[in-house]
């Protein structure tokens, strides 16, 4: 077997540049690059990464603090080797790697949910999803036609009320409170936010795949909770998808 030929003499320079950029204390500055350059490439790079991410995640850079997230986003640079080229795509790579590090309790408990709840504004923002706008009826009868939810959309649950927490609400674990999120882009590309209850919730989630009618989505539901009064709660649903007809959640029926 040959012997492993050695990577060219510019190649080796051009990782000893990148390494130092990534992480300064640990890899030495390059022979031959002067300090006062090689710092400017330094606070130029990782400045663009940090405005980027914490832009994307203003409430969880509040509540850790500035030097505690400075810290974050650092270890981030120096160490996640990014499964996306596109820089908008940084703010996803970073919530990746948060979810897969070693945390070992140096953060609150809910960080990862409000980190990713922050995240999905931006996701659905950008989000190229389309919908054949000609097959769809926007005055289409929501109960017996099929409900067509926005194309840019997601629909969350968290153990943690996200959308409350903040400087003044930081729940522990023992304040655990599962919520039901709506989030959509509308017509007028503003990304919205619906808090569900859990009925609405299982509700969208079977509406989603497009293949039941709303009274056949109710139904099921009525059927799964053994409502004691199913007219109720059938009148009740049907006013909720009206709701989200109105707010443009939904966009009309097939």
């Not at 926005?150 to 943690?160: C, D, I, K, N, T």
């Amino acid at each position: 077997m040959s012997a492993q030929q050695p990577t060219p003499e510019f190649q080796d320079y051009q990782l000893a540049f990148t390494r130092h950029i990534r992480d300064p204390k640990q890899h030495p500055r390059p022979a031959g690059v002067a300090a006062r350059r090689m710092k400017v490439y330094n606070e130029l790079l990782f400045n663009n990464v940090f405005n980027l991410i914490s832009s994307c995640f203003p409430v969880a850079r509040n509540i850790l603090g500035k030097r505690k997230w400075q810290q974050l986003v650092r270890e981030f640079f120096a160490t996640h080797r990014c499964r996306s080229p596109y820089f908008r795509q940084l703010p996803e790579e970073f919530l990746q790697y948060m979810q897969e590090r070693d945390s070992d309790g140096r953060e609150p408990d809910f960080l990862i949910y409000l980190l990713h709840y922050e995240w999905v504004e931006l996701a659905v923002d950008v989000s190229t999803k389309e919908v054949d706008l000609d097959a769809i009826d926007p005055a289409g009868e929501l109960g017996t036609g099929r409900p067509v939810l926005a194309p840019s959309h997601m629909l969350l649950s968290y153990p943690y009320a996200v959308h409350r927490i903040g400087k003044r609400y930081q729940p522990t674990p023992e304040q655990q409170e599962q919520t039901y999120l709506l989030v959509f882009r509308d017509s007028n590309d503003k990304v919205r936010f619906v808090v569900l209850n859990p009925v609405s919730a299982r509700l969208l989630a079977l509406i989603e795949p497009g293949s039941l009618t709303g009274d056949e989505a109710l139904a099921q539901v009525v059927e799964e909770l053994q409502h004691p009064d199913p007219a109720v709660a059938l009148a009740g649903g049907r006013a909720m998808l009206e709701e989200l007809l109105r707010q443009g959640a939904i966009l009309g029926t097939h």
